[in-house]
Nanobody
């Protein structure tokens, strides 16, 4: 059974940094896609933030809203852990952040919500002005 367990998040002031983590376990495929998504309070839908492949090959996808501020990485040690390092946080980044795993998408892992089928529990990020 695939599980995605998140940690991290919290509250910071504008310009601050936070790092989110999630442990992805139980995926039987050798290669799959992993990503970070968020649900902003002013939007009715969840949006993609950034993604990467489990084998670190191919191309990642990143939202233009967070490019040059957010970085995705992974640690494939004893547990596969996905990270989202967020720098230069802005109040408009406030929302619930989710980690997710999905099928191998070939050369590019997208940040389309419907492409991912296993989701973490979500973690709140609050940026105050």
């Amino acid at each position: 059974q695939v599980q995605v367990i998140q940690s991290g998040g919290g509250s910071v002031q504008t310009g601050g940094s936070l790092k989110l983590s999630c442990v992805i376990s139980g995926y039987s495929e050798n290669k799959f896609c992993m990503g970070w998504f968020r649900h902003l309070p002013r939007k009715a839908w969840r949006e993609g933030v950034v993604s990467m492949a489990s084998d670190e090959g191919g191309f990642a996808s990143i939202s233009s809203a967070v490019q040059e501020r957010f970085t995705i990485s992974q640690d494939n040690g004893e547990k596969r852990t996905l990270f989202l390092e967020m720098n230069g946080l802005k109040p408009e980044d406030t929302g619930m952040y989710y980690c997710a795993a999905g099928r191998d998408m070939g050369w590019i892992c997208s940040i389309v919500v419907d492409e991912y089928n296993v989701w973490g529990q979500g973690t709140q990020v609050t940026v105050s002005s």
